[in-house]
């Protein structure tokens, strides 16, 4: 591994105006410097560096989508013939040697209380900044583990759970607590935390709730959603033949779960020809086995299988017709066509805006309408993916040190 990962290191052109950071990487890594830092022999500066843009480095090197972002924008991969630079696995070997070695300095306590509702990226993000800045942190989670969607959405063989363990252990050394199995809504609503002196709140909640299609037959005792099933699979037992609804990402990730979890035969079924996979999950479910049916759209779920409409397009991608309905033989459905938030906060709040898909309103840093709240990640845009909620969260944790900075020299 090792030597692979140096020989890649050698083949970075250095560019000038390196396409790879500028275009491809959300976060803007210096992937050129990364690589310099690298092969000088300096990989604990190089890790720090990379720490420092991103804390969740060492996750987004394994789920980000490389091939659109960092290895879809490398200079090698456009030429003839060439193959781009893979620097996920470089980025991955350098985060992974250095994050064990990662000893963060904080601030003197400044005596100011933030709490953090959910521990996935946006929540890790946050809880990481301001703790380095002094701030006593507390992060509520309403499962047993750190990691929200990261640990409890994506599948083990994509991402081990051991980096996220070996995240809840480096929060613990940097002195943040960590509430598990607390829902914020449930028994404990924000104002209590207002009451019990916290300053400010931050909410990082993921979109939890499954997105339905509204057809007949969901409630049937062989159909599943895709975010329940992705939780703990071994409760589920779904036959051979096993029918997803959806052909997106997670769709895939659901796909080669059930594959690996002893079903034999697992079919993918996409509405539309346009597929929102990556070609490179597409590639992964086709070497699994997995079959994928395009141009499939849900009609009834029933105890046989699925009853879907077959949708006819013309090559611009229009509908052109509607095929009578056919029976699709399995033994269990899963429902995977994206998620949206639960309202438990909400519901049990006042001042907090929410839009008409149930997503929170912010501003630009962050700023919900409450005085005092913050939120971002998939809360805030819908179902992304890791490397956008830190980016965004990056952001609002600057917000939320400014609005508590201000408040702390003015009373």
């Not at 970075?12 to 990364?34: S, V, W």
């Not at 005596?111 to 809880?127: E, H, L, M, Y």
């Amino acid at each position: 591994m090792a030597a692979h990962v140096i020989n890649e290191a050698r083949r970075c052109l250095q560019c000038k105006k390196p396409m790879c950071r500028l275009k491809g990487c959300p976060i803007q890594t210096d992937i050129p410097e990364m690589i310099r830092l690298f092969l000088a022999g300096q990989t604990e500066e190089a890790g720090h560096m990379l720490f420092e843009n991103n804390p969740l480095s060492v996750v987004c090197s394994l789920v980000c989508d490389h091939e659109n972002q960092c290895e879809g924008n490398c200079i090698q991969g456009k030429r003839k013939e060439g193959a781009a630079v893979q620097i996920p696995n470089i980025e991955n070997y350098i985060s992974d040697f250095y994050f064990d070695k990662i000893s963060v300095k904080c601030a003197p306590d400044n005596g100011q209380r933030v709490a953090i509702i959910g521990s996935g990226p946006a929540g890790i993000t946050i809880a990481i900044k301001l703790a380095a800045l002094g701030y006593r942190i507390t992060i509520f989670e309403r499962m047993d583990k750190v990691g929200g969607m990261m640990r409890y959405g994506i599948p083990a063989f994509r991402l081990p759970k051991n980096i996220l363990d070996r995240y809840q252990r480096k929060l613990r050394d940097m002195g943040i607590h960590f509430r598990p199995n607390t829902s914020i809504g449930g028994a404990l609503h924000l104002d209590d935390l207002f009451q019990d002196g916290y300053d400010a709140i931050f909410i990082g909640t993921g979109v939890w709730r499954p997105r339905r299609p509204h057809v007949k037959g969901e409630s049937l005792g062989n159909v599943h959603y895709a975010i329940d099933y992705l939780q703990n699979p071994d409760a589920y037992e779904l036959g051979d033949n096993v029918a997803i609804i959806g052909a997106g990402n997670s769709a895939i990730d659901v796909a080669r779960t059930v594959v690996r979890q002893g079903s034999r035969h697992v079919t993918l079924y996409a509405r539309r020809q346009r597929i929102a996979a990556s070609k490179r999950e597409l590639d992964y479910a086709a070497v699994d086995g997995i079959e994928l049916q395009q141009g499939m759209a849900i009609t009834e779920f029933t105890e046989k299988g699925p009853i879907l409409t077959p949708r006819i397009y013309d090559d611009e991608g229009n509908l052109v017709r509607e095929e009578p309905p056919v029976l699709m033989p399995a033994d269990s459905t899963i429902i995977a066509i994206s998620q949206g938030p639960k309202d438990k906060i909400v519901s049990t709040t006042h001042d907090l805006t929410v839009d008409k898909n149930g997503l929170i309103v912010v501003d630009e840093d962050g700023r919900t309408t409450r005085e005092g709240v913050f939120a971002s990640g998939d809360v805030v845009a819908g179902a992304k993916n890791v490397v956008l909620a830190v980016k965004y969260s990056k952001q609002v944790a600057k917000a939320i040190d400014e609005y508590l900075t201000a408040k702390r020299f003015n009373n």
